[in-house]
């Protein structure tokens, strides 16, 4: 079955208004800890440029310990959920 990730838990962890730059950690249900990078354009939009996994737990898709990128195909859907708990810094 395909990895279906769930936040469980996010928050602005940093912000820098100079550039619009902001970071999001999520907690996923499985446990999995995400750092999330994100752009905030002057209209307001928000793009996430990059997601990287915190090496608490191993990776839930390839159970490796250390680096990997697996994160990086979920990153819109880990996204998606990790703004609508966290917000966006004003
Ligand atoms: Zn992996």
């Known amino acids: ?7 469980a838990n996010a928050k602005i962890v940093s912000h820098n208004p ?11 249900k499985d446990r999995t800890v995400c750092r999330l990078f994100y ?9 996430p440029t990059h997601i990287s996994r915190l090496q608490q737990e191993p990776c839930p898709i390839c159970r490796k ?7 990086s195909r979920f990153m819109h859907e880990i996204s998606e959920q990790s703004v ?3 917000g966006t810094p004003q």
């Open 65 to 71: 310990d250390f680096l990997c990128n697996c994160m």
């Open 18 to 28: 100079k550039n619009g730059l902001f970071e999001i950690v999520a907690e996923l």
């Open 39 to 47: 752009q905030k354009e002057a209209d307001g939009a928000i793009t």
């Open 1 to 7: 079955m395909a990895y279906q990730p769930q936040v």
């Open 84 to 86: 609508d708990i966290a």
